[in-house]
T-cell receptor, first 115, second 114 residues
Framework: DAGITQSPRHKVTETGTPVTLRCHQTENHRYMYWYRQDPGHGLRLIHYSYGVKDTDKGEVSDGYSVSRSKTEDFLLTLESATSSQTSVYFC??????????????FGPGTRLTVL | GNSVTQMEGPVTLSEEAFLTINCTYTATGYPSLFWYVQYPGEGLQLLLKATKADDKGSNKGFEATYRKETTSFHLEKGSVQVSDSAVYFCALSDWKGANSKLTFGKGITLSVRP
């Protein structure tokens, strides 16, 4: 199994509070991703990183920011949590091999509830 | 843009039944195609993959063939087991230089009853 951990695994917070989720990898993969999973929507990409300090937006990036100061860590921050951000958040990593074979490995997920 | 369309679910089957889950895609160029599986309470795991037209991916009795002419990557299994109960996601990879992303379908829940 790919070495990916997410913390915390569960969190309950209140509307308006800041929240940071952490993804940590031991694979030294270049690419890291944050997704959210919601019923009826599948997985939607929030932000991704293609190297240290190199990040870009996904399809649902509003209300989220990310940082990657080290290869192994990718942080997702909700500056001011809202109830619409209640979701399960997954981190993924990829070596990003040339030729389109972008096989991603997923972490166990973080269940976030915003009251 | 790229998109993946999966058949509507959920799907309920009896053990040993034949399974087909449809997946079609829209993409420019030559994407790689994937099926991921998510067991209850877990993250996604890669089930199988195909990187070019007519490739067949297979794993754990599941198969899918990359059909460029019909832009499809349907998942099949000849005899499902209760342990196959999970959510299945079809996805495609679009490689564009420094940007490497997957586009997922909405997923379909499979329940297999004894």
């Amino acid at each position: 199994d790919a070495g990916i951990t997410q913390s915390p695994r569960h969190k309950v917070t209140e509307t308006g509070t800041p929240v940071t989720l952490r993804c940590h990898q031991t694979e030294n993969h270049r690419y890291m991703y944050w997704y959210r999973q919601d019923p009826g929507h599948g997985l939607r990409l929030i932000h991704y990183s293609y190297g240290v300090k190199d990040t870009d937006k996904g399809e649902v990036s509003d209300g989220y920011s990310v940082s990657r100061s080290k290869t192994e860590d990718f942080l997702l921050t909700l500056e001011s949590a809202t109830s619409s951000q209640t979701s399960v958040y997954f981190c993924a990593i990829s070596a990003g091999l040339a030729g389109g074979l972008n096989e991603q490995f997923f972490g166990p997920g973080t269940r976030l509830t915003v009251l | 843009g790229n998109s993946v369309t999966q058949m509507e679910g959920p799907v309920t089957l009896s053990e040993e039944a034949f399974l087909t889950i449809n997946c079609t895609y829209t993409a420019t160029g030559y994407p790689s195609l994937f099926w991921y599986v998510q067991y209850p309470g877990e993250g996604l795991q890669l089930l199988l993959k195909a990187t070019k037209a007519d490739d067949k991916g297979s794993n754990k009795g599941f198969e899918a063939t990359y059909r460029k002419e019909t832009t499809s990557f349907h998942l099949e299994k000849g005899s499902v087991q209760v342990s196959d109960s999970a959510v299945y996601f079809c996805a495609l990879s679009d490689w564009k230089g420094a940007n490497s992303k997957l586009t997922f379908g909405k997923g379909i829940t499979l329940s297999v009853r004894p």
